[in-house]
């Protein structure tokens, strides 16, 4: 593989466009700054929506942008993380968008790699491995087998429906794809549910997915993803189990809701199926 090659566009915007909301990440943020800063690709931008931090990282931030023009900066009031995804999502220029959290970290060759097969395959939505941090050994099984995709390529006008079902690394996690930006914007613009504060990236990838006409899922394991993180929302949520099970009806009846109005096809109960399953394990 050629960086090189890679590398070159033919306009000057650049070609991946990294969203990252930050809040109150001051323990991890440069960590997750450097291990960007340091890929063998070059051409993206890193758009930091930095939500309301109380902490040091809106100092971080300020450092990284003045120190890399490739970093952008955006300070909102503190409005959740669906909101910070939605302004960097209205502010991305590349032709395919990455998410990353402010406390993990990912592969030097990640972004190499990456922009290598969505643009040699054409495809509209790339799917990656991972491993957990501090280590392996200690994350949950459901963690290690959402983080471990099988490599497979599904293609043709119901490609994205079949494989949202299929493949385990379809959700929850919206740092394990890489996606054509196109398919956010037409035939009419998709962004995350701002009144969620629970799945509201499972929802989205419910609205994304079906639009997807090719889906590649490969093995490497790029995204280092910190599962222990006591102050994130999914964390805080495994400890009030009452409320979380309230918050996932939420987000079924969210996702029902979005495959009726935009009339997808269910025609062998696989949505009815990833209800009961996903209920079921709360």
């Known amino acids: 593989m050629n960086a090189d090659i890679i590398n070159v566009s033919n306009s000057n915007e650049p070609l991946v466009s990294i969203i990252m909301p930050v809040y109150n990440a001051e323990k991890y943020l440069k960590g997750a700054i450097i291990s960007l800063l340091k890929q063998t690709y070059r051409n993206f931008e890193i758009i930091c929506v930095n939500d309301g931090s109380t902490d040091h990282s809106g100092d971080i931030l300020h450092r990284f942008a003045n120190a890399d023009e490739r970093i952008k900066l955006i300070e909102q009031q503190n409005s959740g993380p669906a909101k910070a995804r939605n302004v960097g999502l209205d ?49 949950p099984q459901w963690i290690k087998d959402k983080l471990s995709p099988r490599a497979i390529i599904y293609s043709g006008e119901k490609a994205g429906v079949e494989a949202i079902f299929k493949e385990k690394s379809s959700t929850p996690f919206l740092w394990l794809h890489i996606l054509r930006r196109d398919i ?82 269910d025609i062998y109960g696989n949505l009815a199926t990833w209800m009961v399953n996903f209920l079921y394990y709360d």
Request: net charge neutral; hydrophobic share 40%; with cysteine.
């Open 91 to 139: 502010e991305a220029k590349g032709k395919y968008i990455c998410f990353m959290d402010a406390d993990d970290r990912v592969e030097n060759n990640m972004y190499e790699k990456l922009v290598f097969v969505a643009e040699h395959e054409k495809a509209d939505i790339v799917v990656f491995g991972g491993s957990t941090l501090p280590d392996w050994e200690s994350a």
């Open 184 to 265: 956010l914007e037409r035939p009419t613009r998709i962004r995350l549910r701002e009144d969620l504060d629970l799945g509201e990236d499972q929802v989205f990838q419910f609205a994304y997915f079906p639009r997807a006409k090719k889906i590649v899922y490969i093995q490497d394991r790029f995204y280092l993803y910190r599962w222990n993180n006591e102050g994130s929302l999914m964390w805080r949520y495994n400890n009030m189990q009452t409320e979380k099970f309230r918050k996932h009806l939420c987000i079924v009846n969210a996702v029902f809701t979005l495959w009726k109005k935009n009339g997808y096809d």
